[in-house]
């Protein structure tokens, strides 16, 4: 399995903008594509985004469409997840994960997860 660390996160107000990275190690990263989900207190984890190997597809959760963005840079094994126009219920615990499959944002399909970077967001 690929190992991820996450980072970035952190308390933001309302309306701001904060970029998370999650960077990979242990197997070859352009094996991989890679997704966000996230889970706030109480809540089932839900799908963020997810990027193909060559970034040639990405899909977004309906909650975040138009406000988040997820790139990757192979060359740095790290991917990374742009957040605009932050809400309040956008905090949650943001989690980085690896899938073998092309394409799939179930994250039954994710076999490596990272441990987590807590975003607050302040109203």
């Known amino acids: 399995q690929v190992q991820l660390v996450e980072s970035g996160g952190g308390l933001v107000q309302a309306g701001g903008s904060l970029r998370l990275s999650c960077i990979a190690s242990g197997r070859t990263f352009t094996n991989y594509a890679m997704g966000w989900f996230r889970q706030a207190p109480g809540k089932e984890r839900e799908f963020v985004a997810v990027i193909t190997r060559s970034s040639d597809l990405t899909k977004y959760g309906d909650s975040v469409k138009g406000r988040f963005f997820i790139f990757r840079d192979n060359a740095q094994n790290t991917i990374f997840l742009e957040m605009n126009s932050l809400k309040s219920e956008d905090a949650a615990v943001y989690y980085c994960?690896?899938?073998?499959?092309?394409?799939?944002?179930?994250?039954?399909?994710?076999?490596?997860w990272g441990q987590g970077t807590q975003v607050t967001v302040s109203s």
């Open positions: 994960a690896a899938s073998t499959l092309w394409f799939t944002f179930d994250p039954q399909d994710f076999g490596s």
